[in-house]
């Protein structure tokens, strides 16, 4: 019987579980204060009845991309023609926290349980000057990762890249959902600027809660204003400069022809490209103190696509922060 070869042997690996995303070192919480970004899976927050679909993603995603040394290859879209040392310039360390242990459960015993688990893990990564890097797990994962930003030394910005809003107050008399992370971030007091891009299609909102949104003074740029000449950069022009931000990136900003897998899927939509025109021009606009990325779900995945963009999108973030770190 022949065996189906493993990829990452392909490409000079090993089927070792030593290592976490991209060959990182594991690590644990409070124990590495050395490292520059964390990377952590958390599969639930809030979910609503229906489940926690996402559970798996972080892993999903992890997998994607496995083989040892490709952080250390030339990356053309972080570097394009001038020779580079890898993703990760010299000097700057990540590490994989693993995932979180929370549970997928509407319960609000145990959701409360997942929020207060999810802000202390966030907390304790900050407190050691790392930048959380965090594998989500639905929507409702970014409202007890901002809330452990509260001790921030000031306002911090949030860029959120989705192709839904997420303003609704309740869904059910449920608040702290995949359909309220920006309500709640706005009541938070250490949140200042918000700036959402990619909103598109039918369903993301009700009028009252599009309406309360601009009342907050949130800034809107929607797919199709962002495919405009100029239009992404007027919509970074909206984010403060210099002012630390938050990147809360839903999955699902990306057309459903190169992401399929996701549970919120609208026509149209954002492609790689502009993408990485986004990271890059936040990247040179303000220090990125954290990112998300959500709503990945790979029971819904094509011959790994998902997974594969999903990684290919989360490494272009890890490298535009790793050469901030490094200066």
């Known amino acids: 019987m022949t065996k189906t070869p493993n990829m990452g042997n392909l490409f000079g690996g090993d089927d070792s579980t030593d290592h976490g995303w991209l060959n990182l070192p594991k690590a644990q919480l409070g124990q590495n204060p050395n490292i520059d970004i964390g990377v952590m ?14 559970m798996d993603a972080p892993d999903a995603i992890r997998n994607a991309r496995s083989w040892p040394n490709i952080l250390g290859q030339h990356d053309f879209d972080l570097y394009g023609l001038e020779p580079s040392g890898g993703v990760l310039p010299e000097g700057v360390f990540a590490a994989d926290y693993g995932n979180l242990d929370v549970v997928d459960s509407a319960a609000p015993e145990d959701t409360a349980q997942n929020r207060a688990k999810i802000k202390a893990a966030v907390a304790s990564l900050r407190n050691d000057d790392i930048v959380p890097f965090i594998f989500g797990g639905d929507d409702s994962v970014p409202i ?25 107050d ?12 920006m309500r709640r971030a706005s009541e938070m007091d250490h949140i200042g600027k918000i700036v959402q891009l990619g909103a598109r299609g039918i369903g993301s909102a009700r009028a009252s809660d599009l309406q309360d949104a601009l009342d907050y003074g949130t800034s809107f740029h929607t ?74 779900m790979p029971g819904r995945d094509i011959n790994n696509q998902g997974a594969l963009m999903a990684s290919r999108v989360a490494i ?11 200066g």
């Open 170 to 181: 309740e869904v059910n008399d449920e608040k702290n959902g995949l359909s309220s992370n």
């Open 41 to 54: 899976g958390i599969g639930a927050a809030t979910p609503y009845p229906v489940g926690s679909y996402c």
């Open 144 to 168: 007890p990762v901002l809330a452990a930003y509260e001790m921030a030394d000031q306002p911090i910005s949030i860029l959120q890249i989705d192709a839904h809003i997420d303003w609704r």
């Open 316 to 326: 272009s973030m890890l490298g535009l922060i790793a050469q901030q770190r490094g």
């Open 223 to 296: 797919t199709r204003m962002l495919k405009e000449n100029g239009g992404i950069d007027r919509a970074l022009a909206d984010l403060p400069e210099d002012v630390p931000v938050y990147i809360a990136l839903d999955i699902d900003s990306l057309d459903p022809v190169l992401m399929p897998a996701v549970i919120g899927a609208a026509q149209g939509g954002l492609n790689y490209d502009h993408m990485m025109t986004i990271f890059e021009g936040v990247a040179k606009r303000a220090p990125i103190i954290g990112f998300n990325l959500v709503e990945f």
